[in-house]
């Protein structure tokens, strides 16, 4: 699997900067063909200062073009137009922690055992190298409402990622690339873990 491309830029006129925008490109692509997104699933941001940039809303992450990276600010709600439903999420998260990038994935066996389990704790060497455990967190209304607002952050403020359960991962770090692979790793450990619970049952 390649994930590399060329450098693609875009003048964001309003605000009057240039913005890189290989790197959605390439984690988007990346979250795509493992299976960690599908479709129009899963935003991703990036903080620059007092904004940050995110995906909009509806956007395909494995083919993102220009206007579907929206610019918004971190203080208050007044660029928020197009962005993703999520929005406020993110921008909870980079208020409340040293985040500089976030991933929002719907990762299948990662989801699946949310379920069931109020943490998740990998069994196998690498997944429990990156991650001890990973929290689950409950909320009765697990896309970008008021709960998960107050209860996302101080989770993600200790731990790289978790998961809402029935819903996806959230993976907070210094850069998308970061939080492309902690969410990569989180799935993997996640598919194991899920065969291995099979597995006993069988017997």
Not at 50 to 63: L, Q
Not at 132 to 146: K, T
Not at 175 to 203: F, N, P, Q, R, W
Request: glycine share 4%; net charge negative; proline share 2%.
């Amino acid at each position: 699997m390649s994930i590399c491309l060329s450098s693609i830029s875009f003048n964001d006129k309003k605000d009057g900067k240039m913005l890189k925008l290989n790197e959605f490109i390439r984690i988007g692509r990346a979250l795509f063909e493992e299976g960690i997104i599908h479709s129009t699933s899963g935003n991703i941001s990036q903080r620059d200062g007092d904004s940050f940039y995110i995906t909009a809303h509806d956007s395909y992450a494995a083919a993102l073009t220009s206007d579907q990276i929206i610019r918004v600010n971190v203080a208050d709600k007044k660029r928020d137009k197009n962005a993703s439903v999520e929005v406020d999420v993110h921008r909870a998260v980079y208020k409340n922690t040293s985040a500089q990038a976030i991933v929002h994935a719907h990762p299948v066996f990662a989801t699946t055992l949310s379920f069931e389990m109020d943490v998740i704790k990998p069994i196998d060497a690498e997944g429990s190298f990156y991650m001890e455990s990973i929290p689950v967190i409950d909320a009765l209304d697990a896309i970008g409402s008021e709960e998960l607002i107050m209860k996302l952050p101080a989770v993600l403020a200790v731990n790289p990622v978790c998961i809402v359960k029935r819903h996806g991962s959230w993976a907070a770090a210094g850069s998308l690339l970061e939080c492309y692979k902690i969410s990569s790793v989180l799935e993997s450990a996640c598919k194991i873990l899920y065969y291995k619970i099979l597995m006993d049952k069988s017997g």
